[in-house]
């Protein structure tokens, strides 16, 4: 939402540019055909009148709405948003996403009254996700004939006749599981919400992503 334009700050260049463009504005007969100062010249003369903070810009403005309809919003925009109010905008960004004009945001930016956007610096690496880090067991599978040191969280420890299985972030018969599997070894029971992680080749079987352990104590176990 745009602010009503305050058109009684000004600002003075000098009493002769000053009685230049009175002269020029007085009676609001400006027009482009006469010999006095451009739309250009008028909208340069309301931004000065604003920077500067005195005088009266009251026929200027007048001059801009008569002739200049592209000054006169680019001024209107310009001067709505030149000094602070609790509407206050800091971006330029967000200025031009609201459809101020281009040029006058180019003149808040010039005044520091907004900043256009800094490109986003590089996040920060994240902390590792398990103990010591690790690659995780939803992304094991994508990881098969590699050896990696896998970890995730202990959803069941089944033994059978063949060895114990350790599945892991999903538990037996999901597909989406991860299952460290000791051959003929059988395992203490471990604590639930633990989170474990082995150290060997991921392969897949009819989906599954599992390893091959051999030795218990190769798996770690963290609380």
């Known amino acids: 939402m745009k602010i009503a334009v305050r058109v009684s700050v000004a600002s003075v260049f000098g009493v002769a540019f000053f009685a230049f463009l009175t002269a020029c504005t007085s ?3 400006y027009s482009s055909n006469d010999a006095g100062p451009s739309c250009s010249d008028l909208l340069s003369a309301a931004v000065q009148y604003e920077r500067s903070g005195t005088g009266s810009i009251d026929s200027v403005m007048q001059a801009l709405t008569d002739n200049c309809s ?92 063949d060895g114990t299985f350790v599945n892991v972030g999903r538990d037996y018969p999901s597909a989406d599981r991860f299952t460290f599997i000791f051959w003929d070894i059988y395992l203490d029971p471990i604590e639930a919400g633990a989170t474990v992680c082995g150290n060997g080749e991921i392969y897949l079987y009819e989906g599954v992503a599992q390893m091959e352990m051999w030795d218990p104590s190769a798996l770690e176990i963290w609380q």
């Open 27 to 29: 009676g609001y007969g």
């Open 70 to 161: 592209d000054e006169y919003e680019i001024a209107v925009d310009y001067l709505a948003n030149s000094t602070d109010s609790e509407f206050s905008i800091d971006s330029c960004d967000e200025l031009l996403g609201y459809g101020m004009r281009s040029e006058a945001v180019e003149l808040l930016a010039q005044d520091g009254r907004c900043s256009f956007g800094e490109p986003a610096a590089p996040a920060a690496p994240a902390a590792p996700a398990w103990p010591d880090g690790g690659l995780g067991w939803d992304e094991a599978g994508a990881q098969a004939g590699t050896v990696q040191r896998v970890c995730g969280p202990l959803m069941s420890v089944r033994g059978t006749d």
